[in-house]
């Protein structure tokens, strides 16, 4: 944190080179700082960087500044309250990767990635992950190092079970005790977990560009939650469970396809996507 | 932490000190030492401050603006022998004609009409494409397009009648002039392609819409109608000096290797200007018309101030492409008496929040600029012309048009700049101004992210939010608002604009309605919206392959912004954006609740799902692209006559000012062709004024 004072006297008088002390909430001292300017009227200090306590809580210091003598007029020493309060750090938690459908039963993966505010250390920190219900059912361990790329983020990757029954379920990801001395306040995400049963039928979807009629790698097509990416020649595989759905196939530059389908069979689907029209500028 | 604004203060600031008044102009007249007056405000109407000013330029006629209506007038006048001043803002001729896509719509039998209808091609012979329409598309005759730009019965697809408040008197003129239009435009350097469809607003029942084009050549040459590729720019690499804009390819409508945009009209036309003898002061604000009385009498001239636009990062003055023909006066202020007329050509209002909010309030936000912003500077499109003209008795016309036309304020879909309509790239003098080229995305690109505004809150359907309805247009159709296409378009039939056939067109999608709309960071008097943001996850960026590097993107112009954390997103936003006003309070809130939408496949909210997949924001890094609306065009201004003469609330025509192109009113035509009509009127009967 930083602070400024300001000291001024009657009669005015320039106490420029004079020195104030911090005191802190024990009575022990915390710091020092010199009267840099005068205006006519007031002194004031340079910024005086300190560091906050590191318990949380409301916190009284005091800044003093001791008696003097200037041009032969005695000042007695004057003192004045620092009150301010200490607030924890936070700990932000991001969860991706998540599957958008997993079997019942079946094991999945996901990426956790966790950061304080302040950016400080959770090396080999461990979190955990409760389901539905509020119950762990694994923990994670931050690796050593901050994730490539970013600023003090930790990533680890968790392997989990999925519930045995069909549902969306909403799990959680509690962020770990920093370890550092220094409070953070509770952090966790929540993420869905959409659980399905056994996929009976399989779709093919071929994904055309419809002017050119050739076949258009890497489109996406979702049956929510089903999700594929086409091959080379356009063609995409979704294992689904029978029921309506509404079949989407996007490609970038181009409008997205959309179909409901109703599958209670394996079966074939040709989606035509046209260039997405450039708008008109004038 | 970046300043925060309330208003446009350096836009407010510029304006204040231009909006100079009566009194102030007496004072200043004074400080020219021409003569001492009272200054008492009492003492205004005794005092004649016309006689006190010592004119610094003496020429027939004084245009105001080097864009649309002022480059055709200055030449128009020209070529009738009047002396000529054209008078410009900014450090370079062309206004926003320079960086539009060179597309005019005339019509009633015009060259071109003509020319098509016969199957020929060009003088040049530049022109192979074949012919777009039939011939009966392209037949008509100035009192067929007369009866099209009035047409009452038109209403488009957001059930607005863009035509039934056109003056009558302007739009007769603009029919009878069109063809001579068009025959100036080809006299003065300007090729344009094969007519193709018709511009919004510019008539639903024929094709009457031309694109400029010059042929890519080994060099820039005006004569010979050449452009260098470099000049005329690499697609998604740069722009140039010449051509602001990448020009686009014009086989389609011209030939293999012509190259399509406004440059291609407005650097011809500069440099016929140029050629003729036509006078530029650049750099140059115009800031007051001086009419012999305040209310009464001719015009005899302006003032105006210096204005010189600096490069951001050196300091450098920037200067205009070309030279022959400036006058480079750098004096604070200057009069300049003209002889015969003044003609305003200062553009429109969009980048006055204060003007353009007139009948829209919410467009009182000062973050939002007109489109050209970069280039134009902030002096551009600023209302400048018609104000000087309110104070010297002129009335308005057609205010409310600005309603009546989807392109005039709507979500461009660019990413990540403030000036999202220019798809301006590195190579032109006034990038620096924009920082970033934008990540341009169409429509169905917003499934991958949200849009959310200052508080962090989404606020519509993304997958809607830059759908927007073109201008009511041949070929007209349902999707234009009309029960019927093409020829089938009957004018003044009462089923146009019947409930059944709005209620079978209405497409209007008012999402930059709600986006515009009071929010929980709005704060009174102004309630202004404050800035739109769209939100994604490196997700996103890697499935449909966006490129969020320089010079799409900047680093360092507070429009983008990423962050390892959607908490630590919406802080970088606040500290660096400078119309970021208030937090984003709800934003990690509005992400966790979209994720579960996602989960969910639904989005109770908004509709989304049904329109498009969703997709979970969720992969860091996260980022943050402003997604600002623009105000493009201007429609309401100046009310003029058919002779472009400026009208006073009497009626009457003040003597010797005429304006046109969006400093005008009463007509709501999309694009160059309104103006550019309007342009050659006024510089026809300017010339034609006896000199005083």
């Known amino acids: 944190m930083m602070l400024r004072a300001k000291v001024s006297c009657l009669p005015a008088c320039d106490l420029r080179g004079h020195t104030l002390f911090i005191k802190d909430h024990t009575g022990a001292g915390a710091g020092s700082v010199g009267l840099t300017e005068f205006d006519g009227q007031t002194n004031q200090t340079s910024d005086l960087v300190m560091k906050a306590p590191v318990e949380a809580g409301e916190y009284t210091w005091v800044a003093v500044c001791p008696a003097v003598v200037k041009d032969d007029v005695s000042y007695i020493e004057a003192r004045a309250p620092i009150s301010f309060t200490v607030k924890p750090h936070t700990t932000s938690v991001v969860v991706w990767d998540i599957p958008s459908a997993v079997v019942v039963s079946e094991q999945f993966r996901i990426k956790v990635g966790i950061k304080c505010s302040s950016e400080c250390g959770f090396a080999n920190s461990r979190f955990g992950v409760y389901d539905h219900e509020g119950a762990r059912v694994a923990t994670g361990t931050l690796p050593g190092d901050r994730w490539p790329g970013t600023t003090g983020l930790y990533v680890a990757e968790v392997e989990l079970d999925a519930p045995a029954g069909e549902g969306l379920y909403t799990w959680s990801i509690r962020a770990p005790e920093a370890g550092v001395g220094i409070p953070h306040a509770d952090g966790s995400s929540s993420f869905g977990v959409r659980v399905v049963s056994r996929p009976e039928h399989l779709v093919v979807v071929e994904a055309i560009d419809k002017e050119s009629q050739t076949p258009l790698a890497g489109a996406r097509v979702v049956m929510h939650p089903y999700k594929a990416v086409s091959d080379e020649r356009g063609i995409a595989e979704v294992r689904v469970v029978k029921g309506p759905y509404k079949l989407f196939v996007s490609q970038t530059r181009y409008l997205t396809f959309g179909l409901p389908v109703e599958v209670d069979a394996d079966m074939r689907a040709r989606a035509e996507l046209s260039l997405e029209p450039v708008p008109e500028r004038n | ?692």
């Open chain 2, 1 to 692: 932490m970046a300043k925060k604004r309330d208003t446009d203060q350096k836009n407010a600031k510029l304006r204040g000190e231009k909006a100079v008044s009566r009194r102030d102009f007496v004072k200043s007249g004074a400080a020219a030492g021409a003569a001492v007056f009272s200054t008492s405000g009492t003492a205004l109407a005794q005092v004649s401050p016309v006689e006190a000013i010592r004119w610094d330029y003496e020429v027939d006629v004084v245009v105001i603006g080097a864009g649309c209506t002022g480059l055709p007038a200055a030449i128009r006048a020209r070529d009738l022998g009047a002396s000529v001043i054209i008078v410009e803002q900014n450090f370079d001729v062309g206004g926003k004609m320079l960086h539009s896509g060179g597309q005019i719509s005339l019509g009633g039998g015009d060259p071109l009409q003509l020319r098509d209808i016969r199957g020929e091609r060009d003088a040049e012979g530049f022109v192979t494409a074949p012919r777009q329409h039939t011939v009966e598309e392209l037949t008509e005759d100035t009192d067929f397009l007369f009866k099209d730009h009035t047409d009452w019965s038109v209403m488009d697809a957001a059930a607005q009648a863009p035509y039934r408040y056109n003056e009558r008197d302007l739009h007769r003129a603009y029919a009878d002039n069109c063809y001579a239009t068009r025959e100036f435009l080809m006299a003065n350097y300007v090729r344009m392609g094969r007519i193709s469809g018709t511009h919004g607003n510019g008539g639903m029942s024929r094709a009457r819409r031309a694109v400029t084009f010059l042929m890519e050549g080994p060099a820039t040459d005006i004569k010979k109608g050449t452009v260098s590729r470099q000049d005329a720019g690499i697609r998604r690499v740069s722009s140039s000096h010449f051509a602001p804009r990448f020009m686009e390819d014009g086989a389609k409508v011209a030939s293999p290797g012509a190259r399509v945009n406004g440059a291609a009209l407005s650097r011809c036309l500069e440099f016929s200007a140029r050629e003729k003898g036509v006078r530029f002061i650049l750099n140059c604000h115009m800031d007051e018309i001086i009419r012999e009385q305040q209310f009464s009498g001719r015009v005899v001239g302006i003032r105006a101030s210096y204005s010189p636009r600096f490069h951001p990062q050196t300091g450098a003055r920037l200067e205009s492409l070309w030279q022959n023909g400036n006058i480079d006066d750098r004096r604070e202020t200057i009069y300049i008496r003209a002889r015969k007329a003044i003609v305003i050509g200062s553009g429109g209002h969009a980048n006055n929040p204060q003007f353009r909010s007139m009948f829209y309030p919410a467009w009182r936000e000062p973050a939002f600029v007109s489109s050209g912003w970069a280039l134009l500077g902030p002096r551009g499109q600023d209302a400048s012309g018609i104000i000087a003209g309110m104070r010297i008795g002129a009335n308005l016309a057609g205010m409310h048009q600005n309603l009546s036309y989807g392109s005039t304020f709507h979500f461009p879909g660019t990413l990540a700049t403030r000036d999202p309509y220019t798809d301006m790239l590195p190579g032109h003098p006034t990038f620096p101004f924009r920082g970033s080229t934008g990540i341009v995305l169409g429509t169905d690109s917003f499934q991958h992210l949200i849009v959310v505004n200052q508080v962090g809150k989404r606020f519509f359907n993304e997958m809607l939010v830059t759908v927007r309805e073109g201008g009511a247009a041949f070929p007209a159709g349902p999707g234009k608002g009309q029960p019927r296409s093409g020829l089938a378009h009957v004018q003044g039939d009462w089923r146009n604009a019947s409930a059944d056939n709005i209620r079978k067109t209405y497409t209007e999608p008012n999402s930059i309605h709600a986006a515009l709309a009071i929010n929980e960071g709005s704060k009174p008097p102004d309630y202004l919206s404050g800035p739109i943001w769209t939100i994604f996850d490196r997700a996103a960026v890697e499935r449909d392959k966006w490129n969020i590097n320089p010079p799409f993107t900047s680093p360092t112009n507070g429009f983008f912004f990423s962050a390892d954390t959607i908490e630590e997103l919406a802080a970088k936003i606040y500290k660096g954006h400078e119309f970021q006003r208030v937090p984003l309070t709800y934003l990690a809130e509005t992400v966790a609740k979209w994720n579960s939408y996602v989960d969910r496949g639904s989005d109770p909210e908004f509709g989304r799902g049904s329109d498009a997949p969703m997709y979970r924001i969720e992969k860091p890094p996260f980022y943050a692209a402003t997604l600002y609306p623009v105000w493009h065009d201007s429609y309401g201004g100046l009310r003029i006559n058919g002779r472009a003469q400026v009208v006073d609330l009497q009626g009457e025509p003040i003597p010797g000012l005429y304006a046109g192109g969006e400093a005008s009113g009463g007509g709501n035509q999309h694009g160059l062709g309104r103006a550019l009509v309007h342009g050659y009127i006024a510089g026809t009967n300017a010339a034609r004024e006896s000199s005083t």
